[in-house]
Antibody, heavy 123, light 111 residues
Framework: EVQLVESGGGSVQPGGSLRLSCAAS????????LGWVRQAPGKGLEWVSS????????HYADSVKGRFTISRDNSENTLYLQMSSLRAEDTAVYYC????????????????WGQGTTVTVSS | QSALTQPASVSGSPGQSITISCTGT?????????VSWYQQHPGKAPKLMIY???NRPSGISNRFSGSKSGNTASLTISGLQAEDEADYYC???????????FGGGTKVTVL
């Protein structure tokens, strides 16, 4: 079964850091681009970041650029999102998602999603 | 990067057809055939329904179809069923520095 399982969410004070992980199984991890999408409480989806299948190209939303870092370990089938200088507006459910097409990114659709992990930034 | 524009809500009776629009610019929807649509039920992860404007992933009902004209993409749900009641989001590739942009979402209600 193709599956993504996020972990690492929690509560943190403004200015703090968190590292999210996304463990993948059931597909050839190194062949697909991956991304993070978040959803603030009661709000819509917001694309956060993506990384190409090789890990060589990354992209970030303007709202997180310079604070978040996406990475992947193709030997461990795991995607990461290092989040620092966290703000209240980063509070959301964070989903990891798999690009729909091999060797592509995530712009042409994301066909497998994790269950989400909740990040709460509050003092 | 501004979000794509979707109507806040659309409703229809069982068996009817409804269409959700998604309006962008020539830098995203209008410039590329890379529009996707997602369905999200409350408390659940999004589900890919359409990619590359018109293509359905394996397992998605042919009651769901996508199209595009100019800067506006559309998702049509035919033979509306109670299980179709959900939030729907469009997304597109964009030539800006951030390659993916989502719409604000549309709540579909089955009357």
């Amino acid at each position: 079964e193709v599956q993504l399982v996020e972990s690492g969410g929690g509560s943190v004070q403004p200015g703090g850091s968190l590292r999210l992980s996304c463990a993948a199984s059931g597909f050839t991890f190194s062949n697909y681009g991956l991304g993070w999408v978040r959803q603030a409480p009661g709000k819509g989806l917001e694309w956060v970041s993506s990384i190409r299948h090789s890990g060589g190209t990354t992209h970030y939303a303007d709202s997180v650029k310079g604070r978040f870092t996406i990475s992947r370990d193709n030997s461990e089938n795991t995607l990461y999102l290092q989040m620092s200088s966290l703000r209240a507006e980063d509070t959301a459910v964070y989903y990891c998602a798999k690009g729909n097409l091999p060797t592509g990114g995530t712009a042409r659709g994301m066909d497998v999603w994790g269950q989400g992990t909740t990040v709460t930034v509050s003092s | 990067q501004s979000a794509l524009t979707q109507p806040a809500s659309v409703s229809g009776s069982p068996g009817q057809s409804i269409t959700i629009s998604c309006t962008g610019t020539s830098s995203d929807v209008g410039g590329y055939n890379f529009v996707s649509w997602y369905q999200q039920h409350p408390g659940k992860a999004p589900k890919l329904m359409i990619y590359d404007v018109t293509n359905r992933p394996s397992g998605i009902s042919n009651r769901f179809s996508g199209s595009k004209s100019g800067n506006t993409a559309s998702l049509t749900i035919s033979g509306l069923q109670a299980e179709d009641e959900a939030d729907y989001y469009c997304s597109s590739y964009t030539s800006s520095s951030t390659p993916v942009v989502f719409g604000g979402g549309t709540k579909v209600t089955v009357l």
